[in-house]
């Protein structure tokens, strides 16, 4: 058993490794908080947005690098440019979350 002055550095170191790591894991529990937070929000956004927001964004890009949009020329292709949309415009709105 340790003497009463000894016992008290072995509560105090044991005091401050639990204020040291208690934080780190703390903040990392809040990051991954705020991270699943956002990609749902965003996603959510996303979905609603996407047919205006990825459009543009995409449409706006498309123009600086000199391509244009063409009609699609099956369901396929409405598919593929639907998920190019929601993918830019999820990207935008994780950004700002």
Not at 1 to 10: E, G, V
Not at 32 to 53: D, E, H, M, P, T
């Amino acid at each position: 058993m340790c003497a009463a002055p000894a016992a008290m550095d072995c509560r105090n170191v044991a005091l401050e490794t639990h204020l040291m790591t208690k934080p780190i894991a703390l903040f990392r529990s809040y990051l991954g908080a705020c991270l699943g937070r956002a990609i749902r929000g965003s996603l959510l956004s996303a979905l609603n947005w996407a047919s205006i927001v990825g459009v543009a964004v995409v449409g706006a890009v498309l123009k600086y690098w000199g391509f244009t949009i063409t009609e699609s020329h099956g369901w396929l292709d409405v598919v593929e440019w639907g998920l190019i949309y929601l993918a830019v415009a999820w990207a935008i709105f994780f950004l700002v979350h």
